[in-house]
């Protein structure tokens, strides 16, 4: 089996606003989702929440304010499952909390 890593991203990570009731409901969602993936032992590893400021470091020493200012969407956390393909990956992350705030979860295949 090999490793796959699903990152998350969405268009804003500011939940300042929400009510502790929300942020209860938003958690259940995401304890569900990675509850799920473990009960079928396929989840490798978690990635805590990152934060939202960042910088960037480019070629040639070029710092710009980060993370990822070429895009619109932020980089949130991620996390490490198992599975035989990555079509198989690919369905471990459908039902993913960050879709339902028009987030996006890019799946990759972690090299061996």
Known sequence: MKEFMLIFRQPSYDYSQATPEEMQAIGKKWADWVGGIAAQGKLGATGRRLETD??????GGVIT?????EIRERLGSFMIVKADTLEEATTLAHGCPALDANGSVEIRAIMQ
């Open 54 to 59: 960042g910088k960037v470091l480019k070629a």
């Open 65 to 69: 304010d980060g993370p990822f200012v």
